[in-house]
Protein backbone atom coordinates (compact mmCIF):
# COMPACT_ATOMS: atom_id res chain seq x y z
CA UNK A 1 0.00 0.00 0.00
CA UNK A 2 1.17 3.70 -0.84
CA UNK A 3 2.13 5.62 1.80
CA UNK A 4 0.93 9.34 2.30
CA UNK A 5 3.78 10.60 0.33
CA UNK A 6 3.17 9.07 -2.57
CA UNK A 7 -0.18 9.46 -2.46
CA UNK A 8 0.03 13.40 -2.12
CA UNK A 9 2.21 13.05 -5.41
CA UNK A 10 -0.48 11.18 -7.23
CA UNK A 11 -2.64 13.90 -7.12
CA UNK A 12 -0.68 16.70 -6.80
CA UNK A 13 -2.41 18.07 -9.45
CA UNK A 14 -5.81 18.63 -7.89
CA UNK A 15 -4.32 20.22 -5.07
CA UNK A 16 -3.84 23.98 -4.70
CA UNK A 17 -1.50 26.03 -2.61
CA UNK A 18 -3.83 26.23 0.26
CA UNK A 19 -3.69 21.87 -0.10
CA UNK A 20 -0.16 22.04 -0.30
CA UNK A 21 0.47 24.65 3.08
CA UNK A 22 -1.63 21.67 4.99
CA UNK A 23 -0.01 18.66 3.87
CA UNK A 24 3.37 20.30 4.16
CA UNK A 25 2.70 21.00 7.67
CA UNK A 26 0.98 17.78 8.58
CA UNK A 27 4.19 15.93 7.14
CA UNK A 28 6.42 17.91 8.81
CA UNK A 29 4.27 16.88 12.43
CA UNK A 30 3.23 13.55 11.48
CA UNK A 31 3.71 12.13 15.11
CA UNK A 32 2.24 15.40 16.81
CA UNK A 33 -1.04 15.55 13.97
CA UNK A 34 -1.84 11.92 14.34
CA UNK A 35 -2.68 11.95 17.75
CA UNK A 36 -5.21 14.71 17.63
CA UNK A 37 -9.19 14.65 16.98
CA UNK A 38 -10.56 16.27 14.00
CA UNK A 39 -11.86 19.40 15.52
CA UNK A 40 -8.31 19.70 17.24
CA UNK A 41 -6.02 19.89 13.96
CA UNK A 42 -8.71 22.03 12.21
CA UNK A 43 -8.18 24.31 15.20
CA UNK A 44 -4.22 24.11 15.41
CA UNK A 45 -4.57 24.69 11.29
CA UNK A 46 -7.26 27.50 11.54
CA UNK A 47 -8.90 25.72 8.46
CA UNK A 48 -12.92 23.98 8.78
CA UNK A 49 -13.16 20.23 9.86
CA UNK A 50 -14.91 20.01 6.30
CA UNK A 51 -12.08 21.44 4.51
CA UNK A 52 -9.03 18.97 6.27
CA UNK A 53 -12.31 16.23 5.27
CA UNK A 54 -12.41 17.21 1.62
CA UNK A 55 -8.14 17.05 1.70
CA UNK A 56 -8.73 13.76 2.55
CA UNK A 57 -10.44 12.82 -0.66
CA UNK A 58 -8.45 15.07 -3.34
CA UNK A 59 -5.50 12.45 -2.17
CA UNK A 60 -7.66 9.48 -2.13
CA UNK A 61 -7.91 8.69 1.48
CA UNK A 62 -11.54 7.73 2.68
CA UNK A 63 -11.52 10.30 5.45
CA UNK A 64 -9.90 11.61 8.51
CA UNK A 65 -9.29 8.06 10.21
CA UNK A 66 -7.36 7.14 7.21
CA UNK A 67 -5.61 10.00 7.27
CA UNK A 68 -4.19 9.66 11.03
CA UNK A 69 -3.18 5.99 10.10
CA UNK A 70 -1.09 7.32 7.17
CA UNK A 71 0.24 10.37 9.37
CA UNK A 72 0.71 7.67 12.17
CA UNK A 73 2.82 5.11 9.88
CA UNK A 74 4.99 7.39 8.72
CA UNK A 75 6.27 8.91 11.93
CA UNK A 76 7.03 5.24 12.59
CA UNK A 77 8.59 4.89 9.19
CA UNK A 78 10.58 7.54 9.66
CA UNK A 79 11.60 7.02 13.67
CA UNK A 80 12.70 3.42 13.08
CA UNK A 81 14.99 4.93 9.83
CA UNK A 82 16.68 7.07 12.27
CA UNK A 83 16.94 4.77 14.44
CA UNK A 84 18.27 2.25 11.85
CA UNK A 85 20.80 4.96 10.44
CA UNK A 86 22.09 5.45 13.95
CA UNK A 87 22.62 2.08 14.99
CA UNK A 88 24.68 1.61 11.58
CA UNK A 89 27.49 4.82 12.58
CA UNK A 90 27.62 3.61 15.19
CA UNK A 91 28.61 0.02 13.94
CA UNK A 92 30.93 1.74 11.55
CA UNK A 93 32.20 4.24 13.64
CA UNK A 94 32.94 1.46 16.67
CA UNK A 95 34.96 -0.74 13.23
CA UNK A 96 36.86 1.72 11.47
CA UNK A 97 38.12 2.57 15.17
CA UNK A 98 38.76 -1.21 15.74
CA UNK A 99 41.20 -1.07 12.59
CA UNK A 100 43.07 1.94 12.96
CA UNK A 101 43.58 -0.08 16.89
CA UNK A 102 44.59 -3.29 14.82
CA UNK A 103 46.69 -1.56 12.41
CA UNK A 104 48.79 0.19 14.90
CA UNK A 105 49.90 -3.30 15.95
CA UNK A 106 50.99 -4.55 12.71
CA UNK A 107 55.15 -4.74 12.20
CA UNK A 108 55.19 -3.61 8.30
CA UNK A 109 58.91 -3.09 7.84
CA UNK A 110 59.47 -6.68 5.69
CA UNK A 111 55.83 -5.83 3.99
CA UNK A 112 56.93 -2.50 2.87
CA UNK A 113 60.35 -4.09 2.12
CA UNK A 114 59.00 -6.64 -0.23
CA UNK A 115 56.72 -3.52 -1.57
CA UNK A 116 59.26 -1.32 -2.41
CA UNK A 117 61.70 -4.07 -4.09
CA UNK A 118 59.05 -5.43 -6.23
CA UNK A 119 59.41 -5.46 -9.77
CA UNK A 120 55.48 -6.45 -10.41
CA UNK A 121 52.44 -5.78 -8.22
CA UNK A 122 49.90 -8.09 -9.02
CA UNK A 123 46.33 -7.50 -7.26
CA UNK A 124 43.96 -10.36 -7.66
CA UNK A 125 40.16 -10.35 -6.24
CA UNK A 126 36.75 -12.28 -6.02
CA UNK A 127 33.89 -10.70 -6.61
CA UNK A 128 32.74 -7.35 -7.75
CA UNK A 129 32.74 -5.60 -4.64
CA UNK A 130 36.55 -6.78 -4.23
CA UNK A 131 37.61 -5.73 -7.25
CA UNK A 132 36.25 -2.28 -6.69
CA UNK A 133 38.36 -2.97 -3.69
CA UNK A 134 41.33 -3.68 -5.92
CA UNK A 135 40.38 -0.86 -8.52
CA UNK A 136 41.13 1.94 -5.44
CA UNK A 137 44.14 0.33 -4.02
CA UNK A 138 45.66 0.05 -7.54
CA UNK A 139 44.77 4.03 -8.02
CA UNK A 140 46.01 4.69 -4.42
CA UNK A 141 49.68 2.88 -5.09
CA UNK A 142 50.17 5.07 -8.16
CA UNK A 143 49.06 8.10 -7.45
CA UNK A 144 50.78 8.26 -3.75
CA UNK A 145 53.82 6.09 -4.27
CA UNK A 146 54.46 5.78 -8.16
CA UNK A 147 54.07 2.15 -7.88
CA UNK A 148 52.31 0.66 -10.71
CA UNK A 149 49.86 -2.60 -10.19
CA UNK A 150 48.01 -4.66 -12.26
CA UNK A 151 44.37 -5.97 -11.71
CA UNK A 152 43.78 -9.10 -12.67
CA UNK A 153 40.36 -10.19 -13.85
CA UNK A 154 38.48 -12.30 -11.26
CA UNK A 155 38.46 -15.65 -12.46
CA UNK A 156 41.05 -18.44 -11.66
CA UNK A 157 42.31 -19.28 -15.05
CA UNK A 158 43.88 -16.09 -14.91
CA UNK A 159 45.36 -16.84 -11.70
CA UNK A 160 46.50 -20.24 -13.25
CA UNK A 161 48.61 -18.44 -15.84
CA UNK A 162 50.35 -16.59 -13.63
CA UNK A 163 52.74 -19.58 -13.26
CA UNK A 164 54.09 -18.32 -17.00
CA UNK A 165 54.64 -14.81 -16.13
CA UNK A 166 55.26 -14.46 -11.86
CA UNK A 167 58.60 -14.17 -11.38
CA UNK A 168 60.53 -13.95 -8.48
CA UNK A 169 60.28 -11.43 -6.19
CA UNK A 170 56.75 -9.68 -7.58
CA UNK A 171 54.04 -8.81 -5.05
CA UNK A 172 50.42 -10.69 -5.23
CA UNK A 173 47.43 -9.07 -3.46
CA UNK A 174 44.67 -11.47 -3.27
CA UNK A 175 41.51 -9.80 -1.60
CA UNK A 176 39.15 -12.71 -0.82
CA UNK A 177 36.35 -11.77 2.03
CA UNK A 178 36.06 -15.42 3.15
CA UNK A 179 39.36 -16.09 2.74
CA UNK A 180 38.32 -19.91 2.02
CA UNK A 181 37.60 -20.15 -1.44
CA UNK A 182 39.07 -23.84 -2.22
CA UNK A 183 39.49 -23.49 -6.22
CA UNK A 184 41.73 -20.25 -5.21
CA UNK A 185 43.96 -21.87 -2.23
CA UNK A 186 44.28 -24.73 -4.02
CA UNK A 187 46.15 -22.74 -7.23
CA UNK A 188 47.83 -20.74 -4.48
CA UNK A 189 49.26 -23.78 -3.04
CA UNK A 190 50.65 -24.76 -6.35
CA UNK A 191 52.35 -21.66 -6.95
CA UNK A 192 53.60 -21.59 -4.10
CA UNK A 193 55.99 -25.26 -4.65
CA UNK A 194 56.44 -23.72 -8.62
CA UNK A 195 57.84 -19.87 -7.07
CA UNK A 196 58.51 -19.62 -3.42
CA UNK A 197 60.37 -16.22 -3.92
CA UNK A 198 56.81 -14.19 -4.92
CA UNK A 199 55.33 -12.45 -2.23
CA UNK A 200 51.50 -13.21 -1.02
CA UNK A 201 49.45 -10.45 0.53
CA UNK A 202 46.26 -11.16 1.19
CA UNK A 203 43.46 -8.96 2.72
CA UNK A 204 40.41 -10.72 4.00
CA UNK A 205 38.03 -10.85 6.49
CA UNK A 206 39.18 -10.63 10.49
CA UNK A 207 39.43 -14.28 11.33
CA UNK A 208 40.95 -17.37 10.82
CA UNK A 209 40.93 -18.60 6.80
CA UNK A 210 43.01 -20.47 4.44
CA UNK A 211 44.15 -18.01 2.19
CA UNK A 212 45.29 -16.16 5.43
CA UNK A 213 47.66 -18.97 6.61
CA UNK A 214 48.94 -18.96 3.02
CA UNK A 215 50.02 -15.49 2.88
CA UNK A 216 53.73 -14.01 3.38
CA UNK A 217 51.64 -11.05 5.06
CA UNK A 218 48.02 -10.98 6.41
CA UNK A 219 45.75 -7.60 6.41
CA UNK A 220 42.04 -7.84 8.10
CA UNK A 221 39.23 -5.72 7.78
CA UNK A 222 35.65 -5.74 9.46
CA UNK A 223 32.66 -4.39 7.17
CA UNK A 224 30.18 -2.96 8.84
CA UNK A 225 26.19 -4.70 8.07
CA UNK A 226 23.76 -1.82 7.20
CA UNK A 227 21.17 -3.40 8.77
CA UNK A 228 21.42 -6.54 11.40
CA UNK A 229 17.36 -6.97 10.64
CA UNK A 230 18.03 -7.94 7.90
CA UNK A 231 18.19 -12.20 6.55
CA UNK A 232 21.36 -13.99 5.87
CA UNK A 233 20.91 -14.32 2.03
CA UNK A 234 20.45 -10.44 1.86
CA UNK A 235 22.64 -8.92 4.32
CA UNK A 236 24.18 -5.85 2.61
CA UNK A 237 27.56 -4.57 3.98
CA UNK A 238 29.62 -1.09 3.99
CA UNK A 239 33.17 -1.99 3.25
CA UNK A 240 34.62 1.54 4.32
CA UNK A 241 36.93 -0.07 6.90
CA UNK A 242 38.48 -2.32 3.84
CA UNK A 243 39.55 0.95 1.69
CA UNK A 244 40.66 2.88 5.03
CA UNK A 245 42.70 -0.50 5.38
CA UNK A 246 44.18 0.86 1.97
CA UNK A 247 44.78 4.39 2.86
CA UNK A 248 46.36 3.33 6.23
CA UNK A 249 48.76 0.95 4.25
CA UNK A 250 50.32 3.26 1.79
CA UNK A 251 50.61 5.77 4.20
CA UNK A 252 52.46 3.69 6.79
CA UNK A 253 54.60 2.64 3.58
CA UNK A 254 54.96 6.54 2.39
CA UNK A 255 56.36 7.04 6.29
CA UNK A 256 58.59 3.98 6.10
CA UNK A 257 60.18 5.67 3.39
CA UNK A 258 60.66 8.94 4.68
CA UNK A 259 62.60 6.85 7.43
CA UNK A 260 64.68 5.42 5.18
CA UNK A 261 65.67 8.74 3.65
CA UNK A 262 63.83 7.75 0.04
Known sequence: MAGIRAKIYDHAGDLNPSDKKVLNYLLDNAQACSELSLTKLAAKLYVSESAIFRLCKKIGLSGYSELKYELAELSRGESQGAKLQETFINRLTKNIRAEIA?????????????????????IYTTGWQQHSIATYM?????????????????????????????????????????????????????????????????????????????????????????????????????????????????????????????
Open 102 to 122: YFKTLDLEKFYQSLREANNVY
Open 138 to 262: SHQLLVNTNKPTIVLPSAIDELKMSRQWLKADDLLFVISFSGENKELCDELEELRILNDRFRLTSLTIIKENRLASLSDYSLFFQPSLYTEESHNDSQKWAFSPAYMLVDLMINGYNNWLNKKGE
